[in-house]
């Protein structure tokens, strides 16, 4: 691909996976939103109690995250089905963001 000539991509069709965004979103997106939302909560929570009061829910957020019935789970399922993986942003208000220093 000379000179980041778009058009130059079109050879590499076939290693670039089609893939659809999550709109309207299939279940297994809204499965997907569910655990991240859980896994959110399991964090702040362990980080709210602090250390070593909080270890194990840590652990528990890091088994959440790279487990089949997880996040890694949720995304791999949307992958295969052909959609782009997205998080939505969290709309509990402990996660709001917050404004630029």
Do not use: K
């Not at 602090?50 to 790279?66: C, D, T, V, Y």
Request: hydrophobic content about 40%.
């Amino acid at each position: 691909m000379e000179g980041g000539n778009i058009a130059a991509w079109e050879e590499y069709g076939d290693y670039l996976i089609p893939v659809q965004q999550p709109n309207p979103a299939p279940p297994l997106h809204g499965t997907l939103q569910q655990r991240y939302a859980s896994l959110l909560d399991t964090l702040f929570r362990a980080y709210q109690a602090g250390i070593p009061a909080g270890a194990e829910l840590i652990a528990q957020a890091r088994a959440a995250m790279l487990s089949d019935s997880g996040i890694l789970g949720g995304c791999r399922d949307l992958a295969d089905a052909g959609f782009l993986v997205t998080f939505d942003a969290p709309t509990d208000p402990r996660f709001a963001p917050i404004p630029r220093p």
